[in-house]
């Protein structure tokens, strides 16, 4: 319509040239009015957002990419009850969710599947390693692929298809609990083709979608690029000006890149055959160039995250430009792509117009020519009209992309953390101040990984071998956790031991001790626990190898004087602040297993359970005293240890912890029989006679053993033993 009305319009006023600058003006007017609208592939933004609707395009993959992929398949959300207390404690019902589900990744195959991140944060590492439990089927795409079991069992045989050709994923009973039971948004680092991540050409892309292509080596190198399967146009459009697709000479295939090996026409004497005027040279003027051009791209170094180079056009002037490519590609690639952009931006307003008869028809779009006075290009559009063929001549080339110095900048990724086997230990502590009365009260499990990724583990108790197992909870990470590799001395309970050591070797790198000097650890500081043995530690010596001296020790802390004789070697070590310890529920007898089943172990762990109750038993008692009496009687007197009061507030007497108080005295002589006695004070007379006959069977001079053990209302307390000269 612009057309006619202009060309009349021209006419009427100028003429026939009036007419003819009308209808060139009138058909720019309806190219860009009436022009039709094309079709749309993906856009970067939907590269990183999972989608699940009918009619979206799934995507062709090359290299290495991250990208979202389209939920194809998924089930209703799956609950799960979990009951936990009961014997005593109150009975806490929770509940999870899990779902299974199908992601679409590419219509072409792909070699495997790295990381996957889950809201943005690694839900599988590049160890293959999840964070959270799920099982992973990876189908690559082949045309032969069978049908996943799971979907097939719940749309029912010969329902539901192989989607063979699409490389896909399948989520089976994926725990949804981390992510506010709601199945995340997912992406995917994707290895489509084998090798290295920059080594990938635009070649192979657009070949892949052309039906004929002559591939040149001047490429740039890429590490993934994404192309839409919905139309050809679609897929090239993005990356023509990258690639410089044009047809090639011969008329048989595309010609992707430069061609250095091209012939160069001679257009001069077709011109002057013609008569026709000579070629012209267009400048235009600058402020239809953009000030600057921004390239938009994944950049690998950045977790495959969009960065942005920005380039200023030569002379440019008009309004800023940003173009984003689905292409992966480092900064200094994308720096030397978009520093071309910004020069073919400056050269499109510098074109020569050659009118030239029929003979050149033999320049096709993409040849190199040279004019008669010697303008040099390449064609870039050919009209055929009624007096012969106008060309289009491009009169400056940009070179080819390198590399330029540039940043991509800062990124904040997501930490890969390897989550390692989990390693646990059961601890059955005393009372102790200061710590939480429930975990005070019973034994505690004690757990971590041997990844900076471990978080938790699930804990059971299994009080029988034939017994279901009864879940506890879950246990998360402790601060600190080894394993006791030496103890060397053997140190009283009393006083500081300067002179005996204890070396232990921590699960991980990042996990450290402190020191404390003598009236921190009087305080409570640095107090750990070594098999059954409460003690602390005054200097924490690093070896190497994760392993530490401990030394400047205060041993068998808070009644646990007995564990020191133990062979705690091989056996756990653990500090007493960590909040992290897990309370068992009030355990009076060994027999059975707790089980700890973290997030990277093939099978649960499974500790025994020895003797316990520790908590629960009275303290031995301390300072026998033997006095003999002038009658021959022996007077046997001790005091008593409470597991309560133990600040001793009032300075005369420490508070009853048992319902009565009572001992079990046993005096065994060198020769004869033994004497056990019960008592309900903290103190016993051997009566003259027991004492004349014990002499009497010795024979001389000899000695009495004494064993003093409080009785508890669950057990009997470690033993006193002193030794008496009779």
């Known amino acids: 319509m612009a057309t006619l009305v202009l060309t009349t319009v021209g006419t009427m006023i100028g003429g026939p040239i009036g007419g003819t600058i009308g209808a060139l003006i009138g058909q720019a007017v309806d190219g860009r009015l009436l022009a039709p609208k094309g079709l749309q592939g ?58 299974s589900f199908a992601v679409a990744l590419s219509s072409r195959p792909v070699r495997t599947v790295g990381r996957i991140w889950a809201e943005g944060t690694i839900f599988r590492g590049a160890a293959g390693d999840f964070k959270s439990g ?75 979608v052309l039906s004929q292509t002559e591939a040149v080596a001047t490429l740039p190198p890429i590490g993934g690029a994404v192309l839409s399967a919905q139309s050809r146009r679609a897929a090239i ?30 257009l001069g004497q077709a011109a002057s055959e013609r008569g026709q005027a000579r070629a012209t040279r267009t400048l235009g003027d600058g402020g239809v160039m953009p000030r600057q051009i921004g390239l938009s791209v994944f950049d690998p170094l950045r977790d495959w995250q969009l960065g942005m180079q920005m380039t200023r056009v030569p002379g440019g002037l008009g309004p800023a430009e940003t173009m984003g490519l689905p292409l992966a590609m480092e900064a200094p690639l ?64 940009s070179d080819g992309a390198g590399s330029m110095a540039a940043d991509g900048g800062r990124v904040l990724a997501s930490p890969d953390l390897l989550i390692g086997a989990s390693r646990a230990w059961l601890f059955d502590l005393p009372l102790i101040d200061g710590m939480p009365s429930d975990a005070a009260s019973r034994t505690v499990v004690a757990a971590a990984g041997e990844g900076p990724g471990w978080r938790q583990a699930a804990v059971s108790l299994a009080p029988a071998a034939a017994a279901p197992p009864e879940p506890l909870g879950s246990v998360v990470a402790m601060r600190v956790l080894g394993e006791v590799v030496m103890i060397s001395g053997v140190g009283q309970p009393w006083l500081f031991d300067r002179a005996g050591s204890v070396t232990v070797t921590l699960l991980r790198d990042d996990m450290v001790l402190n020191n404390a000097d003598d009236a921190a650890m009087l305080a409570g500081a640095n107090l750990a626990v070594a098999g059954n043995e409460v003690f602390q530690f005054g200097r924490a010596e690093p070896l190497g190898e994760r392993q530490w001296r401990l030394s400047h020790l205060l041993r068998g802390r808070w009644g646990t004087e007995d564990a020191m004789a133990e062979a705690s070697v091989g056996r756990g070590f653990a500090l007493l602040a960590d909040p992290a310890l897990l309370p068992l529920p009030a355990l009076t007898q060994s027999g059975g297993h707790v089980l700890v089943e973290g997030q990277g172990d093939p099978q649960p762990l499974m500790l025994p359970i020895g003797r316990v109750g520790r908590s629960l038993r009275p303290l031995s008692p301390v300072h026998v005293v033997a006095r003999w009496q002038g009658d021959g009687q022996l007077l046997l007197s001790w005091t008593r240890r409470s597991r309560a009061g133990s600040a001793w507030i009032d300075l005369i007497d420490t508070a009853m912890d048992e319902p009565t108080e009572r001992y079990r005295v046993t005096v065994t002589p060198a020769q004869g029989d033994a004497m056990v006695r019960e008592c309900f004070a903290a103190s016993l007379m051997v009566d003259a006679s027991t004492v004349a006959n014990w002499r009497a069977v010795s024979g001389g001079e000899s000695c009495l053993t004494v064993t003093i053990m409080q009785v508890g209302a669950v057990g009997l307390s470690p033993p006193l033993v002193a030794v008496v000269p009779l």
Request: with cysteine; net charge negative; hydrophobic share 40%.
């Open 237 to 266: 459009e993005p990356l023509a000006r990258l690639a410089q697709v044009d047809r090639s000479l011969a008329g048989q295939g595309w010609l992707l890149g430069e061609r250095a090996d091209a012939p160069l026409l001679q």
């Open 42 to 99: 993906p856009r970067l933004s939907d590269l990183r957002v999972q989608t699940s609707s009918y009619g979206t395009p799934i995507p062709r993959l090359y290299g290495r990419m991250r990208v979202a992929g389209t939920v194809i398949w998924a089930t209703d959300l799956v609950e799960h009850r979990h009951r936990q207390g009961g014997k005593g404690r109150p009975t806490t019902t929770s509940y999870s969710y899990s779902a």
């Open 334 to 397: 994308a720096k030397a792509l978009n520093a071309r952009l910004a020069r073919d931006a400056a050269r499109q307003v510098r074109q020569s117009e050659w009118p030239g008869g029929f003979a050149a028809l033999v320049a096709q779009p993409g040849a190199a020519v040279v004019t008669e006075d010697g303008v040099q290009g390449r064609v870039a559009e050919r009209h055929i009209e009624g007096a012969g063929v106008r060309l289009t001549i491009e009169t400056e080339r």
């Open 134 to 208: 799920c099982t992973f089927r990876l189908y690559n795409g082949d045309e032969d692929q069978a049908v996943d079991p799971l979907i097939a069992a719940a749309e029912g045989a010969g329902q539901c298809p192989a989607f063979r050709g699409i490389a896909y994923v399948v989520f089976e009973d994926m725990d949804l609990s981390p992510f506010g039971n709601r199945i995340p948004s997912l992406n995917f680092e994707v290895e489509a083709d084998e090798g290295d991540s920059q080594a990938l050409s635009l070649a192979g892309p657009l070949a892949d």
